[in-house]
């Protein structure tokens, strides 16, 4: 049963419903944010924290959660009982859930965009599939078209990698936040067949 705390947020019945209602209240970047916090964290590149650095990055990251629901977060993530929390996982178990629907159609939107196949999505794959001259820094004269392109892929991209090169997890990311803030499977199918022409 959910009660409500000082601040008027509903508490969840399980740290991760809670620690994924912190993210999503900050809207589709909010799981990005935490992305960042936790890469900035990882000083060896591991892509792992321990529990140590996993507390850190929460308290850096501003959210709100109990010492023993981090620590029953870190025991769900960390899955072969290392000590450590592989941050894909995480953020496999933080994502909202999806119906296969979803996660098709954004899976179809990125090999649109991923024109040669690599896995990745570069500049150079976007000409031809994104039109930046119609955006209003290009046609000031302010921008070129390649750093229109370059923003558009910075909106998907991690923020803590920003490499100018988005892989499907970082797109998946960006489109789960998005995901849930629409209830209607249809809607959300029907949104990125729009959005992407497919």
């Not at 010492?67 to 592989?86: H, P, T, V, W, Y």
């Not at 990698?161 to 990311?173: I, M, Y």
Request: proline letters at 3%.
């Amino acid at each position: 049963m959910a009660n409500t705390d000082d601040q008027g947020m509903e508490i969840h019945t399980s740290p991760i419903e809670k620690l994924r209602a912190q993210c999503l209240a900050r809207g589709s970047d909010g799981i990005k944010g935490l992305a960042r916090v936790f890469h900035i964290m990882d000083d060896d590149k591991s892509r792992s924290l321990d529990l140590a650095e996993f507390v850190k990055g929460l308290s850096s990251a501003g959210v709100t959660l109990g010492s023993r629901e981090a620590q029953q977060i870190f025991s769900l993530c960390d899955k072969n009982s290392s000590g450590r929390m592989d941050f894909d996982e995480f953020l496999e178990v933080l994502r909202p859930p999806m119906s296969a629907a979803r996660k098709q159609i954004i899976a179809d939107a990125f090999h649109k965009l991923d024109k040669t196949g690599a896995g990745v999505v570069s500049v150079e794959d976007l000409h031809g599939v994104y039109d930046g001259r119609t955006h209003p820094k290009y046609q000031s004269g302010e921008w070129t078209e390649e750093q229109v392109l370059r923003a558009f892929l910075d909106s998907f991209d991690s923020p803590s990698d920003n490499d100018g090169k988005v892989t499907a997890e970082e797109f998946l990311n960006y489109y789960s936040g998005v995901s849930a803030s629409i209830d209607s499977d249809d809607y959300f199918v029907a949104m990125m067949k729009r959005a992407w022409k497919l």
